[in-house]
């Protein structure tokens, strides 16, 4: 049976592209309406995470979660889902200094842009912000990464900055690492405790 991880490798492979036939077919079959489309794997992590806490099933509501690969393909995945491709309903995330691509793509899509919610750096930093920093740490020494944390605060390059611009960058040092904490993180907030750009985005679905 088709699903939906078929429908958005279908589309991947439109995006760099391929043939759009399989993305259009398998969208009728899973009656696929909303499309959201997020920059990297670790937002899609944290919103199937949050939508799972939620005792939701995104997929059986017709809704795909795509992530595009960075910001710069947000054009092509709103032309391709969008008004001129799939016709399907575009929602997402975006950081606030990539805002501006998303207006544009948006645009000239003729998508309206208020299903789309913004993360002031990003999703992870939403989330070290939700939890704050202790119970960031908490979560890293359960994980078995407290060593490689406090290795990493050590570094010269780290002196002086704020814990939660560490804790960021942290994330992202090591591969796999934001998107494993990408669900961690989401699966530690306590109910009401889910950043605004994320609850937003999951009450507009």
């Known amino acids: 049976m088709a699903d939906m991880q078929?429908?958005?490798?279908?589309?991947?492979?439109?995006?760099?592209?391929?043939?759009?036939?399989?993305?259009?077919?398998?969208?009728a079959r899973l009656d696929?309406?909303?499309?959201?489309?997020?920059?990297?794997?670790?937002?899609?992590?944290?919103?199937?995470?949050l939508a799972a806490r939620r005792g939701r099933d995104l997929a059986a509501e017709g809704v795909c979660v795509v992530a595009m690969g960075g910001a710069m393909s947000v054009a092509r995945y709103t032309g391709l889902l969008?008004?001129?491709?799939?016709?399907?309903?575009?929602?997402?995330?975006?950081?606030?200094?990539?805002?501006p691509f998303y207006d544009r793509a948006l645009d000239r899509a003729g998508a309206?842009?208020?299903?789309?919610?913004?993360?002031?750096?990003?999703?992870?930093?939403?989330?070290?912000?939700?939890?704050?920093?202790?119970r960031i740490e908490e979560?890293?020494?359960a994980e078995g990464d407290l060593r490689s944390?406090?290795?990493?605060?050590?570094?010269p390059a780290?002196?002086?900055?704020?814990?939660?611009?560490?804790?960021?960058?942290f994330l992202g040092t090591k591969k796999?690492?934001?998107?494993?904490?990408?669900?961690?993180l989401v699966e530690a907030l306590d109910p009401g405790q889910a950043p605004a750009p994320l609850d937003d985005l999951l009450g507009s679905l």
């Open 112 to 134: 309206p842009r208020r299903g789309f919610f913004v993360c002031v750096a990003d999703l992870e930093d939403e989330l070290i912000r939700a939890l704050g920093t202790e």
């Open 149 to 155: 944390w406090e290795t990493f605060v050590r570094q």
């Open 32 to 49: 696929v309406r909303t499309a959201v489309l997020l920059e990297g794997p670790s937002d899609h992590a944290a919103v199937e995470a």
């Open 139 to 141: 979560i890293l020494r």
């Open 6 to 27: 078929a429908f958005r490798e279908a589309v991947d492979h439109w995006a760099s592209g391929g043939p759009g036939e399989a993305a259009s077919e398998l969208a």
């Open 158 to 169: 780290q002196h002086g900055r704020p814990r939660q611009q560490q804790l960021r960058r």
């Open 82 to 99: 969008g008004p001129p491709g799939l016709g399907l309903r575009l929602t997402g995330l975006s950081d606030e200094r990539e805002q």
């Open 176 to 184: 796999g690492r934001k998107i494993r904490y990408g669900r961690l």
